[in-house]
């Protein structure tokens, strides 16, 4: 039988589940302003509503997040298990199951945002310095003679590039400065090798660049002193950084962007063959204009010749200055057909080192070489097969029971070949047969 207990006494405030829970959300909403949280999601799902609900984690902790439909449809990227974000949301309680949550108003890739934003406030910074003025940048030659490359010596940015300026321009003398192009400590290396060419000198054009990758990859190249580098470098410059897409401050900095390193390859080099073309119509042009010339000369001295009879001295000094003239208009188109013919040379002596003649001579020789090698090393294995032949030839023999028998020893079998190992195995009677070193006897047991 159960009591009551008695009535008197302090009234107690009894609050339901559910009270406790809608209490407990307004004081954690209203006294934990909004925040910015990091970590790994895991268990995401995304219903048909069109919300998100996951999990947000580290090593030592997790958390519920829910982020609705309203405010997911500005995220510019898909989340998944797995990847690391970075999300501003405020602090709440789901009342149904009594857990606290996180409602997510904004979310990005972690590290990404803020690697955005440092890009940002540094591209305002140099802009406002006048760091990217159209101005202040330098025009690259049009022919240049010596083309430095900063960039990874193993990246396939530099095979590359070699590989279009030695088909498009091989006159070009071409010289790597090899560079780390991503992790730590590759932005003090590239700008260290571009204050250098710039010191030395010797350059008529300097390409800086790599090929394509992320963010965190091409960040070197997002640098204030790489770009500052470029911006003070006296050679004309040309940024080429990972592919038509990416732009880093580098482009910005440098006197030209190229999209890809190829493409700054076509722009510092000029097509030889468009080359020889232009010097023969140049040639052919300096010819037509040089008769015609000679011919307006010849027409402008007839017509004083016959303007002026008298007297017959101005007419022969007239046709003297005339003679010279025309010796030094011959003069001229010798030196620059000289001039011309020995640009023709250079070129010529360029492409001579690729014909394929020579390429099939290295080839041969390679092939000479691995021939007499490949003799030297058959040799060499013969030779250790027939020293290892005769090392098991000679085990061999050393176990074999013919040479015991040599030491006085013999093998006694019964009529039916099998070895008598004991002495009780046999009868009186019994013939039986003892093999020796020289030969063979048959006895009978007494």
Not at 27 to 46: C, D, H, R, T, Y
Not at 366 to 383: G, K, N, P, V, W
Request: proline fraction near 5%; hydrophobic fraction near 40%.
């Amino acid at each position: 039988m159960l009591s009551t207990p008695p009535s008197s006494g302090p009234k107690r405030s009894v609050l339901s589940v559910s009270d406790l829970n809608r209490e407990v959300k307004h004081l954690l909403e209203s006294s934990v302003p909004l925040l910015w949280v990091s970590g790994e999601i895991s268990n995401f799902a995304a219903p048909s509503s069109g919300h998100w609900y996951f999990t947000l984690k580290d090593a030592r902790a997790q958390v519920r997040c829910a982020m609705f439909r309203g405010r997911n449809r500005s995220v510019r990227f898909r989340p998944e298990n797995g990847r690391e974000v970075l999300i501003r949301a405020r602090v709440s309680l789901y009342e149904g199951r009594g857990e606290y949550q996180l409602i997510v108003e904004h979310m990005e890739e972690a590290g990404f945002g803020a690697l955005m934003r440092q890009l940002e406030a540094l591209k305002a910074r140099l802009q406002a310095e006048g760091l990217f003025d159209p101005a202040r940048k330098k025009p690259l030659p049009y022919l240049p003679a010596n083309i430095g490359i900063v960039t990874s010596p193993t990246g396939a940015a530099v095979r590359d590039m070699i590989q279009v300026l030695g088909r498009r321009y091989p006159a070009a003398k071409i010289e790597l400065w090899p560079v780390q192009v991503q992790g730590q400590g590759a932005a003090e290396q590239i700008a260290s090798a571009i204050r250098r060419a710039g010191q030395l000198g010797r350059h008529d054009l300097l390409i800086v660049g790599r090929g394509g990758g992320s963010l965190e990859d091409l960040w070197p190249f997002n640098e204030e002193i790489v770009a500052r580098a470029l911006a003070e470098c006296p050679i004309p410059t040309i940024s080429a950084v990972g592919h038509e897409t990416d732009t880093t401050i580098a482009d910005l900095a440098a006197d030209l962007r190229a999209p890809t390193p190829s493409a700054a390859a076509e722009i510092a080099s000029a097509n030889a063959a468009e080359l020889l073309q232009t010097f023969t119509d140049t040639r052919q042009r300096l010819q037509r204009a040089i008769q015609l010339q000679l011919r307006h000369l010849r027409q402008q001295a007839q017509l004083t010749g016959n303007r002026i009879r008298h007297p017959r001295e101005q007419l022969q000094n007239r046709a003297q200055r005339l003679d010279h003239l025309e010796l030094r208009l011959k003069g001229a188109i010798r030196q620059d057909l000289q001039d011309r013919q020995r640009q023709l040379q250079l070129v010529t002596s360029a492409f001579a080192h690729l014909h394929p003649e020579r390429e099939l001579r290295d080839r041969q020789q390679q092939l000479a070489a691995l021939s007499e090698r490949l003799h030297r090393d058959i040799c060499l294995q013969l030779e250790r097969r027939r020293e290892r032949l005769a090392q098991q030839s000679q085990l061999l023999h050393n176990v074999s029971p013919l040479n015991v028998l040599d030491r006085g020893y013999a093998i006694v079998r019964d009529d039916k070949q099998q070895v008598i190992k004991r002495a009780s195995s046999v009868r009186p009677g019994q013939r039986i047969h003892a093999r020796l070193a020289d030969g063979e006897l048959s006895a009978i047991v007494d």
